[in-house]
Nanobody, 114 residues
Framework: VQLQASGGGLVQTGGSLRLSCAAS????????IGWFRQAPGKEREGVSC???????NVVDSAEGRFTISRDIAKNTVYLQINALKPEDTAVYYC?????????WGQGTQVTVSS
């Protein structure tokens, strides 16, 4: 499985972005897909995930601003980020995983200017 994250960029505070994670093959029905981010000098942290059955989860700090969704036909998971803040600046990664396997995409840079 290969994952391609895209959609990052430079935006002003308060702006929005939609990140995409495209999988190379049918993945969404078999793996959970998670979005993670890593800010400069900080550890990578989980932001949101969607499991194969479709249920979603978002961390408390992202509640209300981050929305995860998927298009199974396109093998793509999206992360909609609204009301961006400078502290959202990070490289955003997607990950496909189950109890035994783990695949990471290459990351997309999100930079929020104040």
């Amino acid at each position: 499985v290969q994952l391609q994250a895209s959609g990052g960029g430079l935006v002003q505070t308060g702006g929005s972005l939609r990140l995409s994670c495209a999988a190379s093959e049918s993945t969404l029905e078999y793996y959970a897909i998670g979005w993670f981010r890593q800010a400069p000098g900080k550890e990578r942290e989980g932001v949101s995930c969607i499991i194969s059955a479709g249920s979603t989860n978002v961390v408390d700090s992202a509640e209300g601003r981050f929305t995860i969704s998927r298009d199974i036909a396109k093998n793509t998971v999206y992360l909609q980020i609204n009301a961006l803040k400078p502290e959202d600046t990070a490289v955003y990664y997607c990950r496909a995983y189950d109890a035994y396997t783990n695949y990471w995409g290459q990351g997309t840079q999100v930079t929020v200017s104040s």
